[in-house]
């Protein structure tokens, strides 16, 4: 049987952690040094975690 490896450069952190799918990132986010890629799916959900948290903060 043959193994077959995607490496996708910037992929969603979330997903790869979840079931280690290969999904293009389409937000970088950085805290304390730390770097993150997520998806559309998993930037919307970390913004409404931070909505609860921290409020709604200043829009663009």
Do not use: P, R
């Amino acid at each position: 049987m043959a193994v077959v490896q995607i490496t996708i450069d910037n992929g969603c952190d979330g997903c790869f952690k979840k079931d280690e799918t290969a999904t293009e990132g389409v937000t970088q986010i950085s805290l304390a040094g730390k770097t993150w890629f997520l998806c559309e799916e998993h930037e919307e959900k970390l913004a409404g975690q931070l909505t609860q948290v921290l409020g709604e903060g200043e829009s663009k």
